[in-house]
C-alpha cells in the first residue's frame, strides 16, 4: 500500500492550481459544516448551562413545561410533600419569569430571564453567587450575569470599577450588589439571580407558593433513579419527576425536536458535505480524464480496475486530509469572532473535530468512488 502512494501523490501535485482549488474547496466545505455543528452545540449547551449549574439530584416541573422558555407554574406543596419520603434530605423551590431590564444608559428595554431562590441556600453551582448571595436579603437587589449581552449596558464593568449601580426591572427600581457568571443562550440574552422575595415584589402577579422548577437532594447513599421512580409513584400525576440528566436532556430534546432551529443546523451540515462531495467529485473527475490514456495504460500492461480505484481513493484521502488542515484553522477563527459577537459558548470540541474529519475523509471516498466509474471506459485498443 506504501509504494502505491507516491503515485496518487504525484498525479495530485502534478498541476499546482488545481490541487489549492480542490483543497480551497473542501476546506470551504469543512468549514460550512464546523459552523452549523458549532451553533448547534452551542444552542444546545447555553441552553443547558443552567441546569448543569443546579447543585441537586431531582428536579419537579410542571408536566404542561416544556423548556424554560415556556415554564408552567405548581404548587410548592408538591415539592415540599417530596420531604415525607426518608431517602429525601432536602428540596428547594424556584422562580423564574421573563421582564423588561431598562438599559440605565441609553433607556433602551430587552427581554432578561430572572431567577428567585431562596438567599440562604446556595442551589447554583455558578461563580459569583456563594460569595453575594446573602446580600439578596436587601429589598430590590439582584445579582448581575456579567456574561449578559451588550444591549443591557455596561453593568459588568461599571459594577467593577467600584460604581453603584441601578436600573429599572419591570418599572420596579432594583439594586445590583453582586455579579455572577452563567452565560447567555437562545432563550435568554441576560440573567439575574434575586431572592424569592423580591422575585414576588417585581412580578406583582405573581403567586406566593407557585413555583416554577423544584430542585431536590437526596440523602448520601440513596440511589437517584430509585428516589426519582418512588416520587413519581408518590406524587400527584400533573408533576414531572426528572434527575438532573433527564432535566439537562429535556431541554436539549426540546430545541432539537420542536424548533426548527436544530433541523436548519443539521440541514446545513448536510450541503455543506454534499457540497464538498461535488467539487471533490469534479477535481477527480477531471484528473482521471486528463490522464485517461495513462490510466489505460497501467491497464494495458496488466493492472486491475482494483488496483486503479485504490490510485483514486488514495488521492482522494490525502485531498481529505489537505484540504482539512485549512478548514479547521479558519474555523477555530471564526469561532474566535462568532464568541465575541454572540457570546454564546462556541468551542471546537474534540468529538466534533473527529466527527468532520470522519465526514470529510467520507466525502473524498464518495467522490472518488464515482470519478473512478470513468476508468471502466478506459480501453487500450479505443485510446490508441
Not at 148 to 161: H, L, T, V, W
Not at 227 to 238: E, G, K, T
Not at 299 to 320: D, M, N, P, S
Request: charged share 20%; net charge positive.
Amino acid at each position: 500500500m506504501n509504494q502505491k502512494i507516491p503515485l496518487a501523490w504525484l498525479q495530485m501535485t502534478r498541476d499546482k492550481t488545481r490541487l489549492a482549488v480542490a483543497l480551497a474547496g473542501i476546506g470551504f466545505a469543512d468549514i460550512l459544516m464546523f459552523t452549523q455543528l458549532g451553533f448547534r452545540d452551542a444552542l444546545y449547551y447555553s441552553n443547558v448551562q443552567f441546569h448543569s449549574s443546579l447543585q441537586g439530584d431531582i428536579v419537579l416541573i410542571n408536566r404542561q413545561s416544556n423548556a424554560i422558555l415556556s415554564m408552567k407554574s405548581f404548587s410548592q406543596r408538591r415539592l415540599y410533600k417530596a420531604l415525607d419520603l426518608p431517602t429525601v434530605q432536602s428540596v428547594h423551590p424556584i422562580y423564574l419569569d421573563y421582564t423588561i431590564w431598562k438599559n440605565p444608559d441609553t433607556g433602551r428595554t430587552r427581554t432578561i430571564l430572572i431567577y428567585g431562590i431562596n438567599p440562604e441556600v446556595n442551589i447554583f453551582n455558578l461563580p459569583g453567587v456563594q460569595e453575594n448571595l446573602d446580600k439578596l436579603n436587601l429589598p430590590d437587589t439582584v445579582l448581575f450575569d456579567r456574561s449578559s449581552r451588550q444591549e443591557y449596558g455596561p453593568i459588568a464593568a461599571n459594577f467593577d470599577k467600584g460604581q453603584n449601580i441601578t436600573a429599572e426591572v419591570r418599572r420596579r427600581k432594583i439594586k445590583v450588589v453582586g455579579l455572577f457568571t452563567l452565560g447567555t443562550s437562545f432563550g435568554a440574552d441576560g440573567n439575574l439571580i434575586t431572592s424569592d422575595v423580591n422575585f414576588l415584589r417585581i412580578f406583582t402577579n405573581r403567586q406566593r407558593g407557585l413555583v416554577d422548577i423544584g430542585v431536590i437532594k437526596v440523602k448520601p447513599g440513596a440511589n437517584v433513579n430509585a428516589v426519582a421512580q418512588d416520587l413519581r409513584n408518590y406524587l400527584p400525576q400533573d408533576i414531572n419527576v426528572l434527575t438532573k440528566q433527564e432535566f439537562i436532556d429535556f431541554e436539549r430534546h426540546y430545541w432539537a425536536s420542536s424548533t426548527a432551529i436544530g433541523f436548519i443546523f443539521s440541514l446545513g451540515t448536510i450541503m455543506g458535505f454534499i457540497v464538498g462531495t461535488v467539487i471533490v467529485y469534479q477535481i477527480l473527475y477531471t484528473e482521471v480524464s486528463d490522464h485517461l490514456s495513462e490510466y489505460a495504460t497501467l491497464k494495458a500492461i496488466g493492472y486491475t480496475q482494483k488496483y486503479l480505484l485504490i490510485v483514486i481513493l488514495q488521492e482522494a484521502l490525502l485531498l481529505a486530509c489537505l484540504g482539512y488542515l485549512p478548514g479547521w484553522f479558519f474555523t477555530m477563527l471564526m469561532y474566535q469572532k462568532a464568541k465575541e459577537a454572540t457570546l454564546l459558548p462556541i468551542f471546537m470540541s474534540f468529538e466534533r473535530a473527529i466527527t468532520v474529519l470522519i465526514l470529510t475523509m467520507i466525502m473524498c471516498f464518495i467522490s472518488g468512488a464515482i470519478a473512478v466509474r470513468k476508468l471502466r471506459s478506459a480501453d487500450p485498443a479505443d485510446i490508441f
